[in-house]
């Protein structure tokens, strides 16, 4: 079902046709890959938190980077992961074109022309609907999508939380001896060690990274650009 050779964006997508295929709407599929910060939203609806925390038993959160466009002939849409680190930004004419882009000034029109304008916040999906007419809410398509299974009921019913089972009779021990030994059997690298492991074992906090930079633009920097790529250079030559 998933094409290991392919790339972030092809595997995703891989995914995404196998829960359509399965027979889920493209919204709900798209709910489930790319779900909202819903743990600690108190404003939050318990019909939409339980339908996440339902789907969360099924799979993990696409966190990205990620702002994802999708369609199905019908319905078109976007939707921009829980994180928020890709820019998405539409526009709405008196026409009724919609234009959606990473960025603002892809075409050139002009701004009497502009009804409606807007970017995605994190979590939130962006969908037009060819056969209504119009542009579906965020909170209207969720919360439809929502209610429309007893999610609550369901996990009452089947969810079995740690707090709940029976003391183990037995408890294996730590063997440091062999840790470094079972570490490499299975894969793990210091980077794993560090950034995933380290924060859960440390903090309790789930391990978050990004591919991104943080490197402040240089015009932001308050220090001499040309005598900083001087000594860049002496330090590269060696004199």
Not at 22 to 39: D, F, K, Y
Not at 140 to 162: M, V
Request: glycine content about 8%.
């Amino acid at each position: 079902m998933i094409d290991s050779e392919g790339s972030d964006s092809a595997m995703f997508d891989n995914a995404l046709e196998m829960f359509v295929l399965a027979g889920r709407s493209l919204p709900h599929a798209v709910m489930m890959m790319i779900p909202e910060p819903w743990t600690g939203d108190p404003s939050m609806s318990e019909e939409k938190r339980a339908f996440y925390e339902y789907h969360s038993c099924l799979t993990e959160p696409w966190d990205g980077p990620a702002a994802i466009s999708f369609t199905d002939g019908v319905r078109i849409g976007a939707v921009l992961d829980r994180n928020g680190l890709r820019p998405s930004r539409y526009y709405v004419t008196k026409d009724d074109l919609v234009v959606l882009a990473s960025e603002v000034g892809v075409l050139d029109i002009p701004a009497d022309e502009i009804v409606a304008k807007g970017r995605l916040a994190p979590g939130k999906m962006f969908l037009v609907d060819t056969e209504l007419g119009r542009i579906v809410t965020d909170d209207e398509l969720k919360e439809e999508l929502a209610k429309a299974q007893p999610y609550g009921e369901w996990l009452k019913q089947n969810a079995i939380h740690l707090d709940d089972l029976p003391a183990a009779p037995y408890v294996h021990e730590i063997n440091s001896s062999t840790v470094l030994l079972r570490q490499r059997a299975f894969g793990y690298t210091n980077e794993d060690l560090r950034l995933l492991l380290q924060p859960m074992a440390v903090d309790g906090n789930e391990p978050v990274g990004s591919m991104g930079t943080d490197t402040p633009l240089a015009v932001l920097s308050p220090r001499p650009q040309l005598l900083l790529q001087l000594l860049q250079a002496t330090i590269c030559t060696g004199n």
